[in-house]
């Protein structure tokens, strides 16, 4: 069965500092893979999916098949990055999306 | 466009008793999926109706079912419910339901069983 670990629940980070929330996943096909956040008190929403390979509020994510993960990344964190994060995984031709357990990212001053 | 809507916002249910839960997806979509959400098991999937038709479905009892109208909207319905069931309940639009297609989050249905 598919399985997405996001091994940190809180990563506190200071305002300008490098931004990597870990995320591996357990599949062996073709993975759909994405991140999805959620601001205070806002719905939850696509933030990237690795298919589009594109940058999003300066965030990127490169998919590693060979070490099955799926890292966020962001050179220069912003106060308003702090957010709860989910790393996705879709599989099949349909949606059933697998959800990690999510890590709340804290940007402090 | 309006966003997923979801109704009602809040419900508080006793134990045995059923519950009925709406979405209404994005004017266009015709796949809807619902989610539950809960501090233990984090975000898990129910099952996703693609006009009309449950397409999937995730590792939930019987006691949790669903169905979808002509115009895309969907109803979650649980029977004899259980302590163990109160949970934000997610309904998630998308066009086609592809597996690569942007799912579109309603604000959810926080239900509380007593």
């Known amino acids: 069965a598919q399985r997405v670990t996001q091994p940190e629940k809180l990563l506190s980070v200071f305002k300008g500092a490098p931004v990597e929330l870990k995320c591996n996943y357990s599949?062996?096909?073709?993975?759909?893979l994405f991140w999805y956040v959620q601001y205070s008190r806002q719905r939850l929403q696509l933030l990237l999916r690795?298919?589009s390979r594109e940058s999003i509020k300066g965030f990127t994510a490169d998919l590693n098949k060979g070490e099955t993960s799926f890292h966020l990344k962001k050179p220069f964190a912003q106060e308003e990055d702090s957010a709860m994060y989910y790393c996705?995984?879709?599989?099949?031709?349909?949606?059933?999306?697998?959800f990690g357990t999510g890590t709340r990212l804290q940007v402090t001053l | 466009k309006a966003g997923v809507t979801q109704t009602p916002r809040y419900l508080i249910k006793t134990r045995g008793q059923q519950v009925t839960l709406s979405c209404s997806p994005i004017?266009?979509?015709?796949?809807v999926s619902w989610y539950q959400q809960t501090p233990g098991q984090g975000l898990q999937f129910l099952f996703e109706?693609?006009?009309?038709?449950?397409?999937n479905k995730g590792n939930f009892p019987g006691r949790f079912s669903g169905r979808q109208f002509s115009n895309s909207r969907s109803e979650m319905n649980v029977s004899t419910l259980e302590l163990g069931d109160s949970a934000l309940y997610l309904c998630?639009?998308?066009?086609?339901?592809?597996?690569?297609?942007?799912?579109?989050f309603g604000p959810g249905t926080r239900l509380t069983v007593t």
């Open positions: 998630a639009s998308s066009l086609l339901g592809g597996a690569a297609d942007e799912q579109y």
């Open positions: 599949y062996s096909g073709s993975p759909e």
């Open positions: 996705v995984l879709n599989t099949g031709t349909a949606s059933k999306l697998t």
């Open positions: 109706y693609f006009s009309e038709t449950q397409r």
């Open positions: 004017s266009g979509h015709r796949s």
């Open positions: 690795h298919i």
